[in-house]
């Protein structure tokens, strides 16, 4: 087995662990993994020596351990919007009362990296930390219309289409022609596309050339607000997006071209 190989093993192990948002005996595992017993046993094992994982010997069950979180928190300092964006979503969600959301793109998902809840806050999905469809939520849409071609269409191949809801986009050129009206209009709408009752309005937040480093919404219920009411708060949206992007613009992770320039500045 390679070392990649074991790798990717190895982060889909810690992936199906997390997914049960529980400690999980080791057969509930097995059961729901398509390795061999003996390889995800071994697997199970390297990553509890490894605190990746934390085995109970009581109830028999793996969590995850206490080394993700370090390296969770040290991913959210170094690789994410969160620490710069921080500030500026404290202001908004305090001047509008309402849900403030702050994701990024992983892969062809979103990841929501900070919450601020309304004044009356209401259930939803996305808090900090869950990662979502890009194809039918309103940061989703605000970042995929303004990737470039080529990263919009293998990104577009790796949605899954799935229908959760009546309003939801279910095919590629159903969400085109939704991305072409985005980046016409400079925002984004989730109408009821991801949960029954939860609409949107979301921006991108681009640096150089457009680069697409995250995006914004704000959040509600149909039960309280409507997308007209939503839509009314957009400026404000679009001038948050626009500081948090002006904080960013030294931001170097992840940034190709400062990595490809470091590299030629020290000769590798």
């Not at 509890?48 to 370090?70: I, N």
């Not at 001038?239 to 590798?268: C, M, S, V, Y």
């Amino acid at each position: 087995m390679s070392e990649g190989g074991t790798v990717g093993k190895a982060m889909t192990v810690l992936d199906l662990i997390a997914s049960f948002g529980r400690p999980v005996r080791f057969g509930e595992i097995q059961n729901m993994s398509d390795l061999p017993k003996a390889t995800l046993y071994r697997l199970v094992q390297t990553l509890t020596q490894q605190s990746l994982l934390s085995f109970d010997p009581d109830q028999h069950t793996y969590a995850l351990g206490m080394r993700l979180v370090r390296l969770a928190h040290a991913a959210w300092q170094q690789s994410s919007l969160a620490p710069i964006a921080r500030p500026f979503l404290d202001v908004l969600s305090g001047q509008l009362k309402e849900t403030v959301h702050l994701a990024q793109l992983d892969h062809a998902q979103v990841l929501y990296i900070d919450k601020r809840n309304a004044a009356q806050p209401v259930e939803m999905f996305s808090d900090a930390g869950k990662v979502g469809p890009a194809y039918c939520t309103g940061v989703g849409k605000a970042m995929l219309a303004y990737l470039d071609d080529v990263t919009l269409e293998r990104v577009l191949g790796q949605q899954s289409y799935h229908r959760f809801t009546e309003h939801t986009l279910c095919s590629p050129k159903a969400l085109k022609d939704e991305l072409i009206a985005t980046r016409k209009r400079g925002f984004a709408y989730d109408r009821e596309e991801h949960e029954p009752g939860i609409i949107c309005v979301a921006v991108p937040i681009l640096g150089p050339s457009d680069r697409v480093l995250g995006a914004m919404s704000i959040t509600g219920s149909t039960t309280r607000t409507s997308l007209d009411n939503l839509t009314d708060l957009v400026p404000h949206l679009q001038d948050t997006a626009a500081k948090i992007a002006w904080d960013a613009k030294n931001w170097a992770f992840p940034d190709r071209d400062a990595k490809q320039e470091h590299l030629q500045g020290t000769g590798t």
